[in-house]
Structures are given as C-alpha cells and as structure tokens.
C-alpha cells in the first residue's frame, strides 16, 4: 500500500485534529524481520518523506526533509529512518574531556564536541496539542532564553532517542519520557525510563573532570572513539599536577606531552596498550626509573602523572554500558553513507507492547501520532516535523 494522508477529522479526530491532513506511515506486515538498515527487503517499500523545519528559524539553514519505511512482525515494529546530514560528515564526540585544551583553561579540564541524534516522540494517550503542532509543542524557552522540553500539563511523550556518540555504540536508543514539570537538576521535562541506561555521564562527583579513563584494554571498536563501562579505569590522580611530575621526571626520554623522544611515546597508551597495573611494573623494571620509585611519595606522584598521560589524548564524556529493564527496549542499527549521501540510515527496533507503563503501546490498526527530530551536532538547532500516524497493518 502506499503512503497516504488522510483527515484528521475522519480517522484522527480521537486526537483533537479536525481538518489537518496527518501524513500516514503504515507498517508492512512480514514473516522475516529486517536485519539492520541495508537489508534488501526495505527497497520493496515506498518511503514516506517527512519535511522538517528548523526548531530555531533565527538560526538559518535550509529545512529539510526524513524519509521513513516501517515493518512489523506482528510482535516487533522496524523503523527505518534516513536523512542527510547538513555538514556530510558524522559528528560522535558529544562532551569530549581535554586537558589544556589551546581554546581552554590553561592547565584545567574542558569539554567540547557533540553529536547527530534523531529522536522519535510518541504521545501516550490522546494529546490535542501534540496533534496540532508536532514536536513543536514541547520545546519552550528555558533559563537565559536556552530551549527546554516539557509535556503539556496533564500528557507524557514517550521519547526515543538515538544519539551517535552516545546510544549507538551499544547498539541501542536511549529510552526515556517527557513530563510537564521539570526534573531537577536541569530544566527539562525528560525522565529516563526505568531500568539501566545505555549511558551515563563521566563526571567526577566534586572537581569538573573526567571520572574514568582507558583501562588499556581495546574498546568494543578498537579505536578508543567510546569508553564503555568494562574498559573504564577511576582516575586516582591530578592532571596538573601529574603534568609537573611528568615533565621533570619523563619528558627528557618521553618527549614533551609524551610525543615520545629516545623513549617511546605516551599518547594514547591506555587506549590500545596496558593496563595500570603492567605500566606500574614495567617502571618497577625498569633502571631508569630506580629514582623514580624511591620517592616516598610514589604513589600519589604515580597516580598523578598516570591521570596526566591519559590527559594527552581527549576522554569520552559518556560511559556505555547495555541498557537493561524499560531502559533497554529500543535496539538500533546504524550506517553513516558517506561519502555517497553523507547521510544517517537508522532502524529502531521495539516490541508493540512492552508492558511498561512509561511507554506507548501499539496495536495493529490501531493509529499512533509520533513526531521526529533530526540533529547534526548539537541539541540546540535541530530540525523537527509536524504529526505522522503510524499504522500497523
């Protein structure tokens, strides 16, 4: 069948939409589930393309637009959402920490980066606002004019969020809803499911600074792009003053900010190589070191200068783990197409009923108002779309 739109007054008017049109997006009944977002049985459906607007006009860029395809098992529903990126390139680094970064505080701790997100909100329940407005009737104006996102008094979105850096590494989208009211500490309506996130933020509980580095044992990937919670070592010391200690006890062999000199180089160490425990013992063995050791103070000079050579290479912001309880009803399957489109291709993957009452239930003819949100680095300027009904066939 094809894509269609149909009167909201008509089919919609439950959702308190009389005379919109609300694009439809149906869901193909299949035997076999789609595996991942280039599976060939996602070319025998006709997209459904989605314009999008700029949540912010003031900020410019042209809008855009989201072409969507959606299965279901009967138990399962696959969506399939593409879109193409403004910058052409993936961005995956969201909070990034640097040490005496060139554009930070000498000498102290910073955070830069960001990253593409795509985010589908669901209403629970008739929502008459959400009908009329989309995703736009959740953004308000927050502290120091900053957006914000908040339900309507008395309605919950069921928010799915896909985030690059962040989720999709552990093959995943973050679960979670939005409330009228805010949630301190931050000005948002959002609340994370129940359960385990996929994510969590990688913060000392008192100084602003990274918690955890590399452990030395290789992520996931490989290439130290995420720091996920089994590779993840605490930070027992202090950067700055590793960075003396560094300098006036290594650098002459290891080069300055560990370049590597008649020694090898340090940067990156803990990403690919060691663990503390092998580096403590190759300085043990080492004869150079001899004086190094005899310090009585070794150890805090130890923990300082190993903190400061995690310190040369930037430390993800997030820690990635995999999602459990409510938290973890969302898989996800990603491609970046660059350099044919520059663009996203994701598929989300849920049950139709999860059970759970922090979720939207779905049921075949049933239909269900959703709204998407693309984001090419930062949350800030993003692109979003007006009401689309789902429809299980």
């Known amino acids: 069948m094809g894509v269609i739109a149909l009167a909201a007054g008509g089919l919609f008017a439950a959702y308190g939409a009389p005379g919109q049109n609300t694009p439809v997006l149906f869901a193909t009944k299949v035997e076999t589930a789609p595996v991942g977002p280039t599976d060939p049985a996602w070319a025998a459906l006709t997209p459904l393309q989605v314009p999008l607007t700029p949540n912010r006009p003031e900020a410019g860029g042209p809008p855009g637009s989201l072409a ?25 680094d969201p909070g990034t920490w640097r040490f005496d970064a060139p554009d ?42 900053q ?15 896909w985030a690059a850096g ?28 129940a359960g385990v996130p996929c994510f969590v933020a990688n913060e000392a509980p008192v100084a602003l600074a990274p918690r955890f580095g590399f452990d030395g044992v290789a992520s996931y990937d490989g290439s130290g792009t995420f720091l996920f919670g089994e590779n993840a070592i605490a930070l027992a010391g202090d950067a700055a003053l590793g ?44 004869a150079n070191h001899t004086q190094y050791l005899g310090d009585p103070q070794n150890e805090g000079i130890l923990n300082n200068t190993l903190t400061y050579i995690q310190a040369l290479t930037p430390i993800p912001g997030y820690l990635i783990g995999l999602p459990q309880g409510s938290c973890g009803d969302i898989t ?34 049933d239909p269900q108002l959703f709204a998407v949100a693309v984001m090419d680095g930062t949350p ?14």
């Not at 701790?109 to 593409?116: A, H, N, T």
């Not at 908040?150 to 309605?155: D, F, L, Q, R, V």
């Open 68 to 92: 969507l395809r959606a299965m279901h098992t009967g138990a399962q529903l696959y969506v399939l959402c593409e879109w193409t990126d403004p910058t052409g390139a993936q961005t995956v």
């Open 104 to 145: 930070g505080p000498p000498l102290q701790w910073s955070r830069s980066g960001g990253e593409d997100q795509l985010v589908l909100a669901w209403p629970i329940g008739a929502s008459a606002t959400f009908a009329d407005q989309g995703c736009a009737t959740l953004c308000h104006a927050g502290p120091a004019g």
């Open 147 to 161: 957006p914000t996102m908040h339900a309507a008094p008395g309605e919950r979105i069921d928010i799915w969020q």
């Open 166 to 193: 962040r989720s999709d590494p552990a093959q995943a989208a973050h679960d979670g809803w939005l409330a009228a009211d805010s949630q301190p500490p931050t000005p948002t309506g959002f609340r994370r499911d």
């Open 243 to 286: 960075r003396s200690a560094y300098e006036g006890r290594c650098a002459s062999c290891h080069g300055a900010k560990g370049v590597g000199g008649t020694a090898g180089a340090l940067q990156g160490l803990f990403r690919h190589k060691r663990v503390k425990s092998v580096v403590q013992y190759l300085i043990a063995a080492e």
């Open 332 to 365: 996800a399957s990603s491609r970046f197409n660059h350099p044919q489109t520059g663009g996203w291709s994701v598929m989300l993957t849920r049950a139709l009923s999860t059970g759970n009452a922090d979720d939207v239930q779905l049921r075949p003819g």
């Open 380 to 393: 800030a300027t993003h692109q979003v779309s007006m009401p689309v009904a789902l429809v299980l066939q």
